[in-house]
């Protein structure tokens, strides 16, 4: 990485929060015990983004994380612009009342569906949740960066929660209920 790039991230960052009102980014890095490499975090109006490790300074670990912040709320900015979200992608009628629990559930925290896909051939429909509600039961807390998608059984009034950390790849939680008309 050179020293022009280090210096674009954090100022592409704050630039970013400068023009869309929001906190100046407030940073703090991660020394683990054991080793000389650092990781840092980036907090952007209470979320938390976490970047690389293995840096060798203080200063190219803040980099990394604001690479991560950066990259993932212009990420969100363009899905939201291109209007992807929702257009066409509700679960049909006689399931809104899932839906709306699902979409109340996670709004609670901050969240929103992202997108719904059309059901699997088991009638399962997988709905995609942005924003900050990130709750994994596995690790039993919101995660700081990957996202979890809910994947619902309209006909049996279930969920399940997945996500998209690595270390969840195998995880899918319990059965939850949903209300029943
Ligand atoms: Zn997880």
Sequence with gaps: MSVQNEKSWKNRLQEYCQKNKLPMPNYRVVQ???GTSFQADVEINGQW???DNDFTSKRNAEQAAAKTAYNSLSNDDMELQSGNIHIGQH??????????????????????IRKIHPPNSNGIYKIEI??????????????????????????????????????CHNFRSAAQSLPIR
């Design 91 to 112: 679960m049909p009628e006689r399931y809104a009342h899932i839906e709306q629990c699902i979409s109340d559930m996670v709004m609670a925290h901050g969240g929103r």
């Design 130 to 167: 942005t924003g900050k509600y990130r709750y994994c039961e596995n690790v039993q807390r919101h995660h700081r960066i990957n996202r979890v998608y809910l994947l619902v059984d309209p006909v049996n009034n279930i969920y399940y929660q997945k996500c998209y950390d690595p270390d």
């Design 49 to 51: 983004y976490r970047g």
């Design 32 to 34: 683990p015990t054991s």
